[in-house]
């Protein structure tokens, strides 16, 4: 890659205006970044990020103000003419073709030819010296469709390696990474600073925003409302900046406690070969946490427990009764899953908000087989209040028009209409910011207080300590440890008390203790 010519700022935006169907998304953003800085942009979901990120790289036209590019005319007319001006970005959405190799995506661009054919042997090559620079060990004819969503995450990564790339914006990009895979991550953009590069840097953990800029914007409703050198930012101005309040505790009193109730019952059960042998109970009004590192079995537990993968060994209880997973059972049996990936597989983009909320619970709203579309928006109507849910544009808009948080509060509010007694609930808060992350989980401890069960799978092991009742960690397929929150009465097999060295030590299959980057 080479490097941007010195002197002056590489990028500059100046008085950035957008609005879409007359509500301004942006509202005269500025900003700067020099060749070897990293700048942090944060704020919640809905600030703006997505809609700048996608004027820098030619998606949309701004309606107002100029961009310059090494002190020249900045105004690209499509991602392609980014590209071409240097611009690279790692979009939290992955834009990958499943069924083409590793190489062909990351070259996709510009495969190398041989006449009229591609040159596979330099293909090959060339991405497997990119593949070795972030640490990925996988053939560079893999189909991506084979790997796993880390993985694909750091083919991601590639794809703006294996750009001549003078600016690189990496959005959200650690949410699929384990813990060394971060690493990796990190050292890349000291390496991309190093060289002389710009990078913009879009995160909601603000610990890795500081950690690696060395400038930080925060974006609110659209606007500036914080900028400057890193030195001038804690996590707690941050966030204060990003909500336009201060929050005094993240995770919320908990006014109910678990019931002697089993909600749900797993014993010796087995799938895939990812879960194996796996035994708890689940009690009403309770929340239990799944810990581990990436490929522990979090994700296929709560898949095998739903019914979306076959259940090979071992029984299922919901509320004492056998049950027999699938899909249709686990419905009418009141279990819900909140899967992790909600744009993949749980929200319909282009059907409304309404649309998408009612989905689980059209049976109950059917009168003589019919749905009247006037009940369907009524109750979309009080479910979208319940989950505090805020839309711009109404429920009568496509879901994806939607921030993140507010799409994922669509995918609680339609299993909420159903009134299931067991919630599934994997990686609830992945990709949205703080403030959305409280709301979140304030609905998550109002299930429990109101008697329901829930379940979470999360990579983040504070939000399991702030959550959870009980964790449990996995390793392997298996639950290698158990522990009980302090003043909870811990059950047979249990750890009286939360020891996150304790958790992360069973996490990893570590006797000493736990390294600093060593994290689920």
């Known amino acids: 890659m080479s490097a941007p010519a010195a002197g002056g700022p590489l990028l500059e935006l100046a008085g950035i205006e957008k609005g879409f169907f007359g509500v301004p998304v942006l509202r005269g953003v500025s900003l700067s970044l020099g060749g070897g800085r990293v700048l942090g942009l944060v704020g919640e979901n809905g600030a703006g990020k997505s809609t700048l990120l996608n004027v820098l790289g030619g998606v949309l036209a701004p309606e107002g103000g100029s961009m310059r590019l090494s002190g020249e ?15 690279a970005f790692v979009h939290q959405e992955l834009n990958l073709f499943p069924n083409l190799s590793v190489a062909e995506n990351v070259f996709l661009h510009a495969l190398p030819r041989r006449g009229p054919l591609v040159d596979r042997a330099r293909l090959e090559s060339r991405t497997r010296d990119l593949l070795a620079e972030v640490g990925l060990d996988v053939l560079p004819s893999t189909l991506v469709e084979e790997l796993a969503p880390g993985e694909r995450q750091l083919v991601e990564i590639v794809k703006a390696l294996a750009v001549e790339a003078r600016v690189v914006t990496l959005d959200e990009p650690t949410t699929s990474l384990s813990a060394p895979e971060a690493e990796r991550l990190f050292a890349i953009v000291g390496r991309l600073r190093a060289q002389g590069h710009g990078v913009i840097y879009v995160s909601h953990t603000l610990g890795d925003v500081l950690r690696l800029a060395d400038d930080v914007l925060v974006l609110r409703d659209g606007a500036v409302v914080g900028q400057g050198p890193r030195a001038g930012f804690d996590e707690a101005r941050l966030v204060s900046l990003m909500v336009g309040r201060e929050i005094e505790t993240v995770f919320p ?10 909600a749900l019952e797993v014993r010796g059960a087995s799938s895939g070969g990812r879960a194996r042998n796996l035994g708890f109970a689940l009690h009403r009004g309770e929340v239990v946490g799944l810990a581990g590192l990436m490929g522990a079995g979090r994700t296929e537990t709560l898949r095998a427990l739903f019914g979306l993968d076959p259940l090979e060994a071992g029984a299922v209880l919901v509320a004492g009764r056998r049950f027999v997973p699938s899909p249709r059972a686990a419905i009418d049996r009141g279990v819900a899953l909140v899967t992790e990936d909600r744009r993949q597989d749980g929200l319909l983009l282009d059907a409304s908000v309404a649309e998408n909320l009612a989905l689980v619970a059209l049976a109950s709203l059917a009168s003589r087989g019919i749905v009247p579309p006037a009940r369907v928006r009524d109750a979309a109507a009080a479910q979208a209040k319940a989950v505090r849910l805020e839309s711009a544009t109404g ?79 996995m390793r392997r397929g298996e639950i290698a440890a158990r522990f009980a929150r302090p003043g909870v009465a811990s059950r047979e097999g249990e750890t009286a008390g939360f020891d996150r060295e304790a958790i992360l030590r069973a996490a990893l299959g570590a006797s000493g203790p736990a390294g600093p980057e060593a994290r689920p």
């Open 253 to 262: 009193a908990r006014r109910g406690a678990p019931t002697g109730e089993v």
């Open 73 to 87: 005319p900045y105004a690209p007319a499509s991602p392609a003419a980014a590209t071409a001006r240097g611009v």
């Open 395 to 473: 429920l009568s808009a496509p879901a994806r028009s939607l921030s993140g948080g507010n799409q994922q509060k669509v995918v609680l509010g339609k299993w909420l209409m159903a009134k299931p007694g067991v919630f599934l609930l994997d990686e609830p808060t992945r990709g949205i910011d703080v403030g959305a992350k409280q709301q979140v989980y304030g609905l998550i401890a109002d299930l429990a207080d109101s008697g329901a069960a829930v379940l979470v799978a999360s990579s983040e092991i504070e939000e399991l300590l702030g959550l959870c009742d009980r964790i449990l960690v």
